[in-house]
């Protein structure tokens, strides 16, 4: 896609915005059956077939709307039409928009060609799709489109990884990816091998992995600005690649979507990209614990205690509640190594935020106001909605063992995303700006792209916009 600064006399293809109130000032300026089919409603298209050429009407709603449901009209309209889009000059029109509305509609439309696998084969990826729009300058267009097509190339690599299969994604393949990202975005890489764990004591890291017919990955990827003084973003993202749940063996019914358990991962992954390709002025040290939790006469067993990274017995009671053990030494490991400024954790951690939110919004856990905060405000200009949750410590009562200093549930059957936030809490070194993001909802889900439930993406704008604004 190219974006150019300038209206020629003729198009064959045009993309005509309204809203509500726009089409009701403007209608008359068109054949009049028009109004019979269009009225400027949200994701409302009307395809005027003309000799000339094609034009898409395209509706947006009451003029109110926020500036993420223009990305999701464009959306929309980009997955619904895209096998009719032909690659030629493009005049867009939509005099009412600002710089930032006519970003979000670009990304809109990128985003609205994933499919899985994702290749970049669709008219809007092609150098001759041009889009001409006249009251933006060219330095501002092509700012416009770096940002979009870098969020598109994050936020589409986050929902390919959480969309393959469970054998296109064993450790190794994943962990290879990582590695060769690192070199095409200069990141640093480090992973620990199954004896450097050991040596290093990420006890409760390599209890969940035991069990794996594949090597540890504990590994940790770093984004380096050359700004002075820059902030130091600490991300943790759980990555189980695959959740047979371990001996707590899981119901098999909907087994097949703990492919997307490392929707925390891959939010971390996108962000990278983003942030990478966008230059910014921050660092950000990324910790992504890589595993499967599978089964085997190696695997952990319910009753085992197990020393953490930060010398913390903590006693098993289900081999399901893996990924607070993967994200325990995550955290310590990072807290304890590294000078951050902020530290965030995202995992699809536990079914019960999705009892408690379905697909609307996140979890959201934190010891920092200002932290909490940031990220509802942040949640909502993106619609990667997150609400807050307590983390009093009457909760920490119900992770207290007999036999080690924690257990790693309640065994109560409540509030079981409480109690793993609270659970997570012990192993932040009392880093003063901690938020843990409960995303099991709202990662995997139902997309207009796909027919089951699929990668939403969600994590990806989320954290890229907080980093790029946190200074």
């Given at each position: 896609m190219k974006l150019i600064n300038k209206?020629?006399?003729?198009?064959?293809?045009?993309?005509?915005?309204?809203?509500?109130?726009?089409?009701?000032?403007?209608?008359?300026?068109?054949?009049?059956?028009?109004?019979?089919?269009?009225?400027?409603?949200?994701?409302?298209?009307?395809?005027?077939?003309?000799?000339?050429?094609?034009?898409?009407?395209?509706?947006?709603?009451?003029?109110?709307?926020?500036?993420?449901?223009?990305?999701?009209?464009?959306?929309?309209?980009?997955?619904?039409?895209?096998?009719?889009?032909?690659?030629?000059?493009?005049?867009?029109?939509?005099?009412?928009?600002n710089e930032k509305q006519f970003e979000e509609f670009i990304k809109g439309l990128l985003l609205g060609t994933y499919h899985y696998p994702f290749d970049k084969s669709h008219p809007f990826w092609n150098s001759k799709f041009e889009i001409h729009v006249e009251n933006l300058s060219p330095k501002k267009l092509d700012a416009i489109l770096q940002r979009s097509e870098a969020l598109?190339?994050?936020?589409?690599?986050?929902?390919?990884?959480?969309?393959?299969?469970?054998?296109?994604?064993?450790?190794?393949?994943?962990?290879?990816?990582?590695?060769?990202?690192?070199?095409?975005?200069?990141?640093?890489?480090?992973?620990?091998?199954?004896?450097?764990?050991?040596?290093?004591?990420?006890?409760?890291?390599?209890?969940?992995?035991?069990?794996?017919?594949?090597?540890?990955?504990?590994?940790?990827?770093?984004?380096?600005?050359?700004?002075?003084?820059?902030?130091?973003?600490?991300?943790?993202?759980?990555?189980?690649?695959?959740?047979?749940?371990?001996?707590?063996?899981?119901?098999?019914?909907?087994?097949?979507?703990?492919?997307?358990?490392?929707?925390?991962?891959?939010?971390?992954?996108?962000t990278l990209i983003y942030a990478s390709e966008m230059n910014l002025p921050v660092n950000i040290i990324a910790v992504l614990p890589i595993t499967d939790n599978a089964i085997s006469e190696s695997a952990y067993l319910p009753s085992d205690v197990i020393t953490a990274y930060n010398g913390k017995t903590i006693e098993v009671l289900d081999t399901d509640a893996e990924g607070r053990m993967t994200l325990a030494d995550g955290l310590s490991y990072l807290t304890k190594n590294y000078k951050t400024d902020i530290v965030i954790d995202l995992a699809t951690l536990t079914g019960s935020a999705v009892r408690m939110f379905g697909d609307t919004c996140g979890a959201l856990f934190s010891n920092n106001e200002e932290l909490k905060n940031l990220l509802i405000k942040t949640g909502d200009a993106t619609n990667q909605r997150l609400w807050n949750l307590p983390l009093w410590d009457v909760w920490k009562d119900d992770i207290q063992s007999d036999v080690a200093d924690l257990k790693n549930i309640s065994m109560k059957p409540i509030g079981d995303c409480i109690i793993a936030a609270k659970f997570l809490e012990q192993f932040i070194e009392n880093?003063?700006?901690?938020?843990?993001?409960?995303?099991?909802?709202?990662?995997?889900?139902?997309?207009?792209?796909?027919?089951?439930?699929?990668?939403?993406?969600?994590?990806?704008?989320?954290?890229?916009?907080?980093?790029e604004n946190y200074h």
């Open positions: 209206r020629n006399k003729q198009y064959t293809q045009v993309f005509h915005l309204f809203t509500e109130e726009e089409w009701t000032k403007t209608s008359k300026n068109f054949n009049k059956n028009i109004s019979t089919f269009f009225t400027g409603k949200k994701n409302e298209v009307f395809i005027n077939a003309h000799e000339e050429g094609i034009t898409y009407f395209i509706g947006l709603g009451k003029s109110t709307l926020a500036d993420f449901e223009i990305q999701q009209v464009a959306n929309k309209f980009s997955q619904t039409q895209k096998k009719n889009i032909r690659t030629v000059p493009t005049l867009f029109l939509a005099d009412f928009f598109c190339n994050g936020q589409t690599a986050c929902q390919d990884w959480l969309n393959k299969p469970a054998n296109l994604k064993k450790p190794d393949i994943f962990n290879a990816y990582l590695k060769n990202l690192a070199k095409k975005y200069q990141l640093k890489y480090t992973a620990f091998n199954r004896k450097k764990c050991e040596e290093l004591g990420l006890g409760a890291y390599l209890a969940v992995n035991q069990g794996s017919a594949y090597d540890a990955a504990f590994t940790i990827l770093e984004y380096t600005t050359t700004v002075k003084k820059a902030k130091t973003i600490g991300l943790v993202g759980k990555c189980v690649l695959f959740d047979t749940g371990g001996i707590s063996l899981k119901n098999p019914t909907n087994m097949h979507y703990m492919k997307s358990d490392m929707g925390g991962a891959t939010a971390v992954l996108g880093h003063p700006k901690w938020a843990h993001l409960d995303i099991a909802g709202v990662a995997f889900g139902n997309t207009n792209y796909s027919k089951e439930k699929a990668a939403t993406g969600y994590g990806v704008q989320l954290l890229s916009h907080l980093i």
